[in-house]
């Protein structure tokens, strides 16, 4: 098991303890967390999620965002150990998802649930044991998940966990094809449609634009050359 060294507690032997899981509010989509002011020593999680459904025939082959719950692993820093958490945040109604102010640690993606427009149902999700571990899915949307692994994908920027735009492509037999990506413009992968996309940064500076973490997030953001 790979940990962290607690920035506070440098030394001190981290020990991985039970796993809690904890739902809450995204920021936006109307619910009622908002990305208000950074904390000290707190982190920020963002991203985005769309969904292709290619299993479909015709119109059912289709992209979905709205609807999404986000599964978030994570390694915090509590008391000089290392706490095992996930959190479950829904995304609004384009996919966007953020968490403010979540304990020091790290965080990756663990999964996503998802109920498509024409009656699909998914639940994807990553093991974790290695960086080339593959993305499965289920056709049930309550499929039990365990925050377990030892893979993180994502590393902070100035205490930004950015998530990026993840595009999963279910391709049938229970594959999924997982596409990062920072932006999209005029994009296309395994579907007809094509997307375009701000830097996930951009989308909350935007969303709120008061907000004491939009310097954090014009200084992480990209500069477009």
């Known amino acids: 098991m790979r940990t962290i060294t607690p920035r506070h507690a440098t030394g001190v032997c981290a020990a991985l303890l039970a796993v809690a899981v904890l739902t809450l509010a ?13 904390e000290e020593g707190k982190v920020l999680v963002i ?21 999404t719950e986000v599964l978030i692993m994570a390694d915090i820093e509590e008391e000089g150990s290392i706490t095992r958490r996930g959190y479950n945040v829904w995304a609004d109604e384009d996919g966007y998802f953020c968490v403010e102010n979540l304990p020091y640690g790290r965080y990756t993606l663990k999964g996503v649930r998802n109920s498509g427009n024409r009656g699909g149902s998914w639940t994807i999700w990553n093991e974790l044991r290695m960086p ?11 499929h039990p998940l ?19 735009h993840s595009i999963f492509s279910i391709m049938g037999g229970g594959v999924v094809y997982w596409t990062p990506r920072p932006k999209l413009e005029n994009e296309s992968f395994h579907i007809e449609e094509s997307y375009t996309r701000p830097y996930v940064e951009q989308y909350f500076i935007d969303l709120y634009p008061d907000s004491g973490w939009v310097p ?3 200084a992480i953001m990209p ?3």
């Open 26 to 38: 995204g920021c936006g989509g109307g619910l009622s967390t908002t990305l208000t002011e950074p």
């Open 132 to 142: 080339n571990e593959r993305w499965v899915y289920t056709g049930n949307p309550n």
């Open 47 to 67: 991203g985005s999620i769309i969904i292709e459904n290619v299993v479909g025939i015709g119109p059912h082959r289709e992209s979905y965002t709205s609807g």
């Open 146 to 164: 365990s925050f377990t692994g030892e893979y993180f994908h994502f590393t902070e920027r100035m205490n930004v966990f950015n998530f990026q």
């Open 223 to 225: 500069v477009d050359r």
């Open 216 to 218: 954090i997030l014009q």
